[in-house]
Every structure is written in C-alpha cells, then in structure tokens.
C-alpha cells in the first residue's frame, strides 16, 4: 500500500494582514530545524585541531569522516586537465554557457568609485576593493555539482579576487579525488588550485591554511549543517558569505497557474533533500486540489521520488489564504530561499516581496532556471535568514575603503567642532592632533 501523495492544508483565510507576520505565523509554517548551535559544540574543537595541526589533522578528519587517507589535499594539475577532457561536450557546453550569464549579471553588480565633495577642500572617496584570496566549498553530497562551480568561481573573478582555490569532498569511488565534473568545471573556470577535502576541516583549512593552502579571506559555498557551524565557528577569522541550510521553495499562485507547473516546481525542490522544504501559498483552494492530483501523478515516475516524498510529507505544505496581500505577507514572513509567482501580474507582486533570497516571476520562470542558466545566484539565504542575507554576489569578495583628503583650509573650518565632540568624549590628544597642524 502506498502513502498518500500531496501536501497538508495550513488555512489561513480570514486572518487579517496583520496576523500573518512573522511572530504570528511562528511554529505555524513547516520548515526543516538544524541545530547548528548544537554542531557547533561539535566542530569548535575539529577547528581548533586544524589550526594547531594543519594539514595532519585534515588528513585525519579526511580519514574518519570520507573514509579516504590522502597524502595531500591537493588535486594534481594532470587531473585536471583529465577530467575537462572527459567531460560531456553537451555539459561543457552548458557549463560556459551558465558561466558567460553569471559572469554578465555579476558584471553588472560592480558598484562605481563614488568621490564625494564633503565640503570645499575636503573629499571622500569610496573605493571598493577585492579580497587577496577565497576559498570556495563545492558540496558533494547526494549529488555532484558543478553549477556550485559555477555560482562561487565567476562572482570572485568579476570582483577581480586574485587567487581562488576549491575544496571538494573526496570521492572514494574516484580515486579519492573530487567528483571528475566538479573538476572539470574548475578547470574549464582556469581555477588551477582544488582541494580533496570536505566539510568543517576544508573550512578550517581555509582560514588558518595548510603547508600546501596558504589561508583565505573569504570563504563562500553551501553545505551541511556543520558547513555552517564551521563558518559560524570561524567567522572573525576568516570573512564568510550566509550559513546555508536545507534547500526550500515558496510558491504564490492563483487561479491562472498550471498545476503541472506548480507541481514540477514542488518536485524539483523537492528532490535536493528529504529536508528540503516546500510551500504552496494559493487563494484558489481549487488549485490546491488540482496540484495534489499532479503530484500523485508525477512523484512516483521521479528518479529520486523517496526522498522527494519525505521532503513533501514532512517540512511542506499548501498556505489557504484570501488575497494577493495575504499571500505576500505569508511569503514574507515565511522568507524564502527561492519564491515563484505564477499569478496575475506576476511581475508587479515580485516587486512587492520584502524577504526571498531569490524571486522568479511568471510560469516561464522555474527555480530550475535560477539554478542553472538564469545567470544570477543560486547561493541564497535559508532558514529564514532572507530577512537579513542576500544571495552570493561580487560584494562578499569585495571590501569598501574610504579614501579621504583635506587640505589646511577645510581642517582649519573642522577644528572648533573636532574641538567640541573631543571635548565631550575626553579624548584632548584628538583634539591637538588637528590644532597642532595650525601652528606655524
């Protein structure tokens, strides 16, 4: 006997706007938990270790955790090369493709030098400034993913990061080496330094270096829930974009959507994770009936329908809401790592929509889009942390400094207020810092 396929009902109708915010809706919409405090306790010490021990204890952590006893972390340049010539020709195709669109949409995200005449004879000038060096995790879970190549690599190189290196879990089956594609797609990038190593300790790595990884900047990259203790443990070290958890999707839609449409875009998230999480938010209980029906159509024909049943059974369900206001603000303060419209002026809700780490308006704008060939990010915010995180972009790779110039006159003018706030703070040599350059 098979279990029901289809999502349980959350209804919401005639609860005003201003019951659906986020302190009202707590505990109400499923979302997977991580403890990441409780991994924390966990990886804390592994990071210690790390830094003290450097790349013996990499090797160790390597041993216990991926179960392959590396000699180095280092990937081979030969092997590389290996695996971009193995390398489907129609994925290598897709693969430059997705580069040459990310690459164009972060170009785009290049903030100006901003010179700012604060009054006469005093300027500002902000200048935004690449990081040295970034590390970039590639997860390698369930699955391979070069995409993640893709997403991590070409923000740093648009902002101009002078050296990157790669950590990839090893794979036992691949000669202890990281996936061939994610290789691949490291090398098709002109990125030449890729680690084997996975989880907490290719973080650690990163920030205090090894004998043969000199320490990072930043290091950006989803991953597991000790992936995001370990950039929580290290943060301060090392610069770090969000803390990326289980995957989700909220979908707004009415009575115009296509169910099979809804229905695909619930399977595909599904898919990631059997923590993965996914919200149907719709004023047309009709429509809610209608995706059930697609779902227990196409979930058993799916390649990984065991995970993609548990994720819809657990941490998913349908929002019944009676407007479009009320759909947003379930949205909002559900904040989501990817949110789809397929309603009426899809476009015109999508500019309303305070919290989502990624919007996609219109049927023709699947999640799957974003996750591939879309050309922006698809490193976003979970667990809520959209209120707060944006996506990956150039500006985790970039820092701003403040260039400031002033000449005798515009000092002088400065001086009796320098003299005010000093005054009030007590802090007189800040004050004859300025006057001692109006003597003669």
């Known amino acids: 006997m098979t279990s029901r396929i289809g999502l349980r009902r959350i209804d919401l109708r005639g609860h005003a706007r201003g019951r659906l915010g986020r302190a009202a809706l707590a505990g109400v919409l499923p979302r997977a938990t991580t403890d990441v405090e ?111 190549v893709v997403m991590n690599i070409v923000p740093a190189q648009v902002a101009g990061v002078g050296s990157i290196a790669v950590a990839s879990p090893p794979q036992a089956g691949h000669r202890g080496l990281p996936h061939p594609v994610v290789l691949a797609a490291c090398s098709l990038l002109g990125v030449r330094e890729v680690h084997a190593a996975g989880g907490a300790q290719a973080l650690a790595m ?72 996914c919200l149907l938010i719709t004023t047309d209980p009709a429509l809610a009936v209608r995706v059930d029906a697609e779902l227990a159509r196409q979930v058993p024909t799916a390649r990984h329908r065991g995970r993609i049943q548990k994720a819809l059974a657990g941490q998913s369900a349908c929002v019944l809401v009676d407007s479009e206001d009320a759909a947003l603000a379930v949205s909002d303060a559900w904040a989501p790592e990817h949110l789809e419209i397929q309603a009426r002026d899809a476009a015109k809700l999508a500019a309303r929509v305070a919290n989502a780490g990624a919007v996609f308006a219109g049927r023709y704008a699947p999640v799957s889009l974003g996750d591939y060939l879309a050309g922006s990010n698809h490193v976003l915010p979970t667990g809520g942390t959209a209120r707060h995180t944006s996506g990956l972009s150039v500006f985790p790779f970039l820092r701003l400094v403040n260039v400031v110039e002033c000449d005798r006159g515009a000092l002088a003018a400065s001086a009796p207020l320098i003299d005010a706030l000093g005054g009030a703070e007590d802090l007189d040599a800040h004050v004859q810092a300025v006057r001692v350059r109006e003597e003669p």
């Open 38 to 148: 409780a991994a924390v306790a966990q990886i804390r010490p592994l990071c210690e270790d790390v830094k003290n021990r450097g790349a013996e204890a990499v090797r160790e952590y390597t041993a216990r955790f991926d179960g392959v006893d590396l000699a180095t972390t280092v990937v081979p340049r030969a092997a590389l090369e290996e695996a971009l010539a193995a390398l489907d020709p129609g994925v290598r195709t897709a693969l430059e493709e997705a580069a040459r669109r990310t690459r164009r949409v972060h170009e785009a995200q290049l903030p100006p030098e901003t010179a700012t005449r604060v009054a006469g004879g005093l300027t500002v000038t902000g200048r935004f400034i690449p990081v040295q060096r970034a590390g970039v995790y590639v997860p390698g879970g369930l699955v391979a993913y070069p995409s993640s």
């Open 206 to 277: 990163f920030a205090y270096g090894t004998g043969v990884c000199a320490p990072a900047d930043v290091i950006t990259g989803p991953g597991n829930v000790y992936v995001a203790a370990a950039k929580r443990v290290l943060r301060g070290v090392v610069g770090t974009d969000g803390e990326n958890g289980p995957t989700e999707v909220a979908i707004i839609a009415d009575d115009t959507a296509d169910p099979r449409y809804v229905a695909a875009d619930l399977i595909a998230q599904a898919e990631h994770d059997e923590l993965a999480a």
